[in-house]
């Protein structure tokens, strides 16, 4: 267990624009910041931190919370384990009593598989270093025949997996660390009656994700063997999906974000040495075809990629395939293809920092002048090859979600293909016509196939609480004016003097007067933490549910603190000059009375429901009993809609 003074410790230590920015490229606007959510895809952001309040939320997806439940959620860590990387990275000590074995087996399984990948990758770097068979065959490579420093090698974790059948797993088990995670890793591989080493007499390049910690391996052999592959990476488990990972990204993403552009490689070594040039904003697909998944992390950071690949003809036609990929999501996109026989490592080795970057300044190009330059050579002087190398472009163009980048395009390629831009123009909308529709039909196929496999209990819980809206409304005004006073009363005893009575001691005691409670839980909690500190003048709210060590009633009132509240509906009927906190002794009682009439027809329904099924079972007495219920709820309904003015409801 942490101790709640370290806990206090942490949370005031952490800057969550600052925890937020090692995953999300954030620009200022206003009080706030704003930047692409990392939750689900967007093109336009919605996701905005608030440094002042300490809270981060998407107006997108919904997600919403405190520094600690974004790195909860974005790292699929636990409470406790998201306080822990807090921890380190604010340099603060937390003292905790050494795990029994029971505790250690209840670790879940995401983080037992990174704690496993973390001791390989100690494993791994410290056998090249410290063993002779490490530093002779692993260290001379990157060292002599790669030209790879030092700090480099360090820096990227590099490490060697000695030759053997199972020197590693043993050296595993032998620390306590249990097989089933080994194999579901993939370090280890097991059959019946056999265990290997995957990598075994491999260099290791450790694949960190954004945060840092090891998500997979991929070894390099270093003898020569037409019946092994050259390279072999992790295989796709709970902690490493190679569609979603970048080898590189945790070390550039911080010189993306300044540099407003990332160049895109192939492989491992790709990075290293452009990295080693100066060149530090670089990530590679580690070997993969391109995938949207790792195009959207990459716009995470910026919105410019210029993609770097071997000048032979197999890297021009990965980088046709790849460009198509990079415009439909947003992103302006340019290419770079190096001279014949070189590749981004070979081509960093043997230039200097300056040369690289003055060749880089001077042959990246954007893809239309690419694509035609290309295809042109093919074409010639034959006009169906030139209309098939327009169509090819105009394929390409379509997908720029962006009018003014696609109206650009086209003006473009007009000019370099002398074709009239009302002709391209006209290609474009049919062709964006044509790929919308088969989005929709793709959308909607998707979506049935979802709600088909919902099951019973699934489709209960998509049923929205009826009286969400209220609820939230009573939550945000007890979290903004919990301790204003609202009303004055006379006392009994003596007229002179007057009680005051708080915006939470009005509301908290009209909700006990008629026992209203919340189907929702966490809501049932606030009120009770809120009914406990009515007295209590120095309570800050706020500071209290933000930083709830639970993540679901942190999550649920940073959401509501983080919401786009506009004028009320409300506010109109007391006078639109009026701010909200001055109209309090009017509104409150508004909003508590809105949410006693939703309750009582929400009652009534029930009612109603019951009625019906009695008469079913022809049962008279039970009718008779709910028609009762059913008559004296209908009063309450009338006197309450009578003190709302009879005015509707929202």
């Not at 600052?18 to 689900?40: D, M, Q, T, Y």
């Not at 080898?247 to 911080?254: D, F, L, P, Q, V």
Request: aromatic share 8%; with cysteine.
């Amino acid at each position: 267990m942490i101790d709640k003074i370290t806990i206090d410790h942490i949370f005031e230590a952490a800057d969550i624009v600052e925890v937020v920015s090692e995953f999300v490229s954030l620009k200022k606007r206003g009080v706030n910041w704003i930047g692409l959510c990392p939750f689900h895809n967007e093109k336009t952001p919605s996701f905005t931190v608030s440094q002042a309040k300490g809270i981060f939320k998407c107006f997108g997806c919904g997600k919403g919370g405190n520094v600690v439940n974004f790195i909860m959620e974005h790292e699929s860590l636990s409470y406790p384990e998201a306080l822990k990387w807090l921890a380190i990275k604010y340099h603060i000590e937390i003292s905790e009593k050494e795990e029994t074995p029971e505790e250690k087996l209840k670790k879940d399984e995401r983080e037992s598989m990174m704690i496993v990948s973390s001791y390989a990758q100690k494993y791994f770097s410290d056998f090249l270093w410290k063993e002779n068979e490490g530093r002779t065959i692993g260290l001379s490579y990157f060292l002599q025949q790669r030209g790879l420093h030092e700090d480099i090698i360090k820096k990227f974790n590099l490490g060697y997996c000695p030759e053997g059948k199972d020197n590693f797993t043993k050296a595993a088990r032998g620390q306590g660390y249990r097989m089933d995670f080994l194999e579901k890793t993939g370090l280890t591989i097991k059959r019946d009656d056999w265990i290997r080493d995957r990598f075994a007499g491999r260099v290791i390049f450790p694949i960190q994700g954004l945060a840092g910690r090891i998500i997979g391996f991929g070894g390099r052999i270093l003898i020569k063997n037409d019946k092994t592959a050259k390279y072999l990476n992790s295989p796709e488990s709970e902690i490493y999906h190679k569609s979603n990972a970048l080898y590189g990204i945790y070390h550039a993403k911080r010189a993306i974000t300044q540099k407003d552009k990332c160049f895109l490689v192939e492989g491992y070594l790709d990075v290293l040495s452009m990295y080693q040039s100066g060149i530090e904003n670089v990530v590679a697909s580690s070997g993969t075809s391109l995938t949207v998944d790792q195009i959207r992390l990459i716009k995470r950071f910026t919105n410019n990629i210029t993609i770097l690949y071997d000048g032979d003809a197999a890297g021009i036609k990965a980088s046709l395939r790849g460009i198509d990929m990079v415009l439909e999501e947003g992103i302006n996109v340019k290419v770079l293809l190096l001279p014949e026989s070189e590749d981004p490592d070979s081509f960093a080795q043997s230039h200097s920092s300056s040369e690289l970057e003055k060749y880089i300044e001077n042959n990246e190009t954007d893809f239309i002048r690419f694509k035609t330059k290309l295809l042109l050579k093919e074409a010639e002087n034959d006009p169906i090859k030139k209309s098939e190398l327009i169509t090819n472009i105009i394929k390409s163009i379509a997908v720029v979600p962006d009018n003014i980048t696609r109206s650009v395009y086209i003006q473009e390629c007009s000019r370099l293909m002398d074709v009239s831009e009302e002709v391209l123009f006209n290609e474009v909308r049919k062709l964006k016509s044509r790929n919308s529709e088969n989005i929709r039909i793709k959308n909607n196929r998707e979506s049935a196939i979802a709600k088909q496999k919902l099951k019973p209990e699934q489709k209960k819980k998509q049923k929205k609480n009826n009286c969400d809206i209220f609820e939230q409304e009573i939550i945000r005004i007890l979290l903004k004016y919990f301790n204003y006073v609202v009303f004055e009363e006379d006392d009994e005893d003596n007229p002179e003097i007057k009680t005051k009575v708080t915006v939470g001691q009005y509301i908290i005691g009209e909700l006990d007067h008629d026992s209203l409670v919340s189907d929702n839980k966490i809501v049932n909690t606030i009120i009770d933490v809120f009914r406990e500190n009515l007295d209590n003048l120095d309570f800050n709210s706020n500071s209290f549910f933000i930083n709830h060590s639970d993540p679901k009633i942190s999550q649920y009132t940073s959401n509501i603190i983080a919401e786009k509240y506009t004028e009320s509906k409300r506010w109109k009927k007391f006078g639109t000059v009026k701010t909200e906190d001055k109209i309090l002794d009017k509104l409150i009682p508004k909003i508590v009375l809105e949410y006693k009439l939703r309750k009582t027809r929400i009652l009534l329904d029930s009612i109603e429901q019951k009625i019906s099924d009695a008469a079913k079972e022809k049962d008279p007495e039970q009718i008779k009993v709910l028609q009762h219920k059913y008559i004296q709820l209908k009063k309450v309904e009338k006197r309450i809609a009578m003190d709302l003015g009879n005015r509707p409801i929202i």
